[in-house]
């Protein structure tokens, strides 16, 4: 951490200088408010949960390290056996990967080049949320190796869309280090969604043969997993969640309904994890690991920091299609359209006020 390093040494310069206490003093409260930064934002509870992320979590275990352990199991072969089977299904030079039409491949060399510059320090070249800043990170970056990811408009089983990456990478995710990357043009941002999705496809393939391995106790047909996977992204099973209605007016009404559902333990449920006022404080906040293993918060949603972006069709997809590998489940039918939109405008009108 370099930068706090400037205002005290800027500090101790000019006190040499007379008559320069008050700029001193103004370099003294810059450099405790860069300190004490990071703490306000934890107080937000928008980026930070308390918990361990420094190593990765049981269910996090590096790919090679869980390969190791099956081999000291089982005996030797597995690895030879998954690293040929990934070459022949799911490498960049892979006739039948081709043939799926499951990866734009006109796209892969500038993906490829573009995820080296900007990606690779935090998600890692396997794409497995392991690169070397990492460690330093809360949240971890995601680990695409297992075809999870949160902020989707898709419903629970399915993969997402390429918009959805795609949405992601331009705008990032606010109150994480995960940046924004609207200076990289737009086809560079399609060209990083099509080798994510390769990532995650390659990696999901790998990690299935493991498991399939562990389960079985012997080489799994790689043809079958590969077929598995290859559906799993298929774009006509990806079933999308699309606002059921255009917005409904957002008057003291529907925020008033929109309260009431919010603390409404049968129905809306919010506030058993997000707290009454939803400051991410109800009595099961503490509970929870997310589905990679690592501790997580509801958000403090006065905070009006939102990951999946603020505005009124960022925070219905939120809410009805839910945040994959967490806690916060798809309200897409236990809620109506109707009532997902009060929500909406509720949980607006809680940062509008701060
Ligand atoms: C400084 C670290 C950092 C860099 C650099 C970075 N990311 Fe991330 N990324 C993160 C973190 C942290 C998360 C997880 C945030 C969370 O869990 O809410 C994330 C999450 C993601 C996700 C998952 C979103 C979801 O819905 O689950 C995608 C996709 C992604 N990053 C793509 C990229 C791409 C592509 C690049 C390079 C162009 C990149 N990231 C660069 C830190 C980073
Ligand atoms: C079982 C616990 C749980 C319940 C119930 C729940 N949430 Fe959440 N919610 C979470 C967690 C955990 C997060 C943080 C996810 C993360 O950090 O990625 C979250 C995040 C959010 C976010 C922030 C999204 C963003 O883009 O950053 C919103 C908005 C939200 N919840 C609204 C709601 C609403 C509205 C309801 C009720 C219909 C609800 N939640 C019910 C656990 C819950």
Redesign the pocket.
């Known amino acids: 951490m370099q930068a706090p390093k400037r205002p005290f040494g800027g500090a101790a310069v000019t006190r040499r200088r007379r008559g320069s206490a008050a700029f001193s003093g103004l370099l003294w409260i810059f450099g405790i408010a860069l300190i004490a930064a990071p703490f306000l934002r934890e107080r937000d509870n928008i980026g930070s949960y308390a918990g361990d992320f420094t190593r990765t979590s049981e269910k996090d275990v590096p790919f090679a390290e869980d390969l190791a352990n099956y081999e000291k199991d089982f005996g030797a072969g597995l690895a030879a056996a998954i690293a040929s089977s990934s070459e022949e299904y799911f490498g960049l030079e892979s006739p039948w990967l081709r043939d799926t039409g499951a990866v734009d491949f006109f796209r892969i060399p500038s993906g490829r080049l573009n995820y080296q510059i900007h990606c690779v320090g935090c998600h890692a070249e396997t794409g497995d949320g392991g690169g070397p800043a990492a460690r330093y990170l809360n949240?971890r970056p995601r680990n695409f190796r297992k075809g999870l990811f949160?902020?989707t408009s898709t419903d629970a089983s399915s993969r997402p869309q390429r918009r959805d990456l795609f949405q992601t990478i331009t705008r990032g995710l606010a109150?994480s280090s995960m940046p924004e990357f609207r200076l990289v043009n737009d086809e560079k941002r399609w060209d990083l969604v099509e080798y994510v999705r390769w990532l995650s496809m390659k990696g999901e393939f790998e990690q299935l043969m493991l498991d399939d391995a562990y389960e079985n106790e012997e080489i799994p047909d790689a043809k079958e997993i590969a077929d598995i996977i290859i559906k799993r992204w298929h774009p006509a099973n990806l079933r999308t969640i699309y606002p059921g209605v255009a917005e409904t007016p957002k008057d003291q009404a529907s925020i008033d309904r929109g309260r009431a559902?919010?603390n409404d333990s049968n129905k809306?449920?919010?506030s058993?994890?997000?707290g009454p006022e939803g400051r991410g404080d109800g009595p099961?906040a503490d509970k929870?690991l997310d589905d990679w293993g690592y501790p997580?918060?509801?958000?403090d949603?006065t905070a009006g920091?939102?990951?999946?972006?603020a505005e009124g069709a960022?925070?219905y997809r939120?809410?009805a299609a839910g945040?994959k590998g967490?806690?916060?489940?798809s309200?897409e039918g236990a809620?109506s359209p109707e009532e997902i939109w009060d929500?909406v405008h509720f949980?607006q009108s809680l940062s509008e006020k701060r």
């Open positions: 949240p949160k902020f109150g559902l919010f809306g449920t919010c058993t994890c997000h099961t929870y997580i918060r509801p958000r949603l920091t939102f990951r999946a972006g960022d925070l939120t809410i945040i967490t806690p916060m489940g309200f809620l929500l949980i």
